[in-house]
């Protein structure tokens, strides 16, 4: 069974920073594109990146109002996906999923999500 | 950016009737690889992540009852509910995962009358 689970969603001040983590589990990780999406409270779906498997040169792409602030990265040997955010400002806050696409698209599994506010 | 527009925005039917939500692209979403159109439909039940419903704009992920179909062609897609049921109030995003950035419709809100 696929499993996505994150972590590290906080209350934060603008201009700090945090660290997400999502714990993958139930397929081979290494193998897999990971994205992150976001949501803020009673707003749609906005896709906030994706690293691409070792196999495709492990690039990433980002959405242009996180580029240069955010960065995603991936540890193949520990199946865990990693969203490192800097200079959070209150339009961040939302709900963190982070998703995997296999075979069905990009996104066809989903985390619970974790929640990161930003506020002074 | 490829943009994606939903209607209606929200729409209230009674248990039993037909749904039908569109979604409109602001250019093709064939996908190069292998001559399909990369258009997914997504439900998201309050307080829950949103869950895959049908993926190249036609095929109905396993386990989502038969009522719900997805299709379309060129840059005009459609999901339809064949009877709505009480469980499948929700917001449904369209989706497209053919250029990059991937983006998704504004949402369409399903509730009972």
């Known amino acids: 069974e696929v499993q996505l689970v994150e972590s590290g969603g906080a209350l934060t001040k603008p201009g700090g920073s945090l660290r997400l983590s999502c714990a993958a589990s139930?397929?081979?990780?290494?193998?897999?594109?990971m994205s992150w999406v976001r949501q803020g409270s009673g707003k749609g779906l906005e896709w906030v990146g994706r690293i691409k498997r070792k196999a495709d040169g492990e690039i990433k792409d980002y959405a242009a109002p996180v580029r240069g602030r955010f960065t995603i990265s991936r540890d193949d040997s520990e199946s865990m996906l990693y969203l490192q955010m800097n200079n959070l400002k209150m339009e961040d806050t939302a709900v963190y999923f982070c998703v995997t696409g296999l075979g069905k698209g990009d996104l066809d599994y989903w985390g619970q999500g974790t929640l990161v506010t930003v506020s002074s | 950016e490829i943009v994606l527009t939903q209607s209606p925005d929200s729409l209230a039917l009674s248990l039993g009737e037909r749904a039908t939500i569109n979604c409109k692209t602001s250019q093709s979403v064939l996908h190069s690889s292998n001559n399909m159109y990369a258009l997914n439909w997504f439900r998201q039940k309050s307080g829950q992540p949103p869950e895959l419903l049908i993926y190249?704009?036609?095929n109905r992920e396993s386990g989502v009852p038969d009522r719900f179909s997805g299709s379309g062609s060129g840059t005009d897609f459609t999901l339809t509910i064949s009877s709505l049921q009480a469980e499948d109030v929700a917001v449904y995003y369209c989706h497209q995962f053919d250029n990059t950035p991937p983006t998704f419709g504004q949402g369409t809100r399903v509730e009972i009358k």
């Open positions: 139930g397929f081979t990780f290494s193998e897999t594109w």
């Open positions: 190249w704009a036609n």
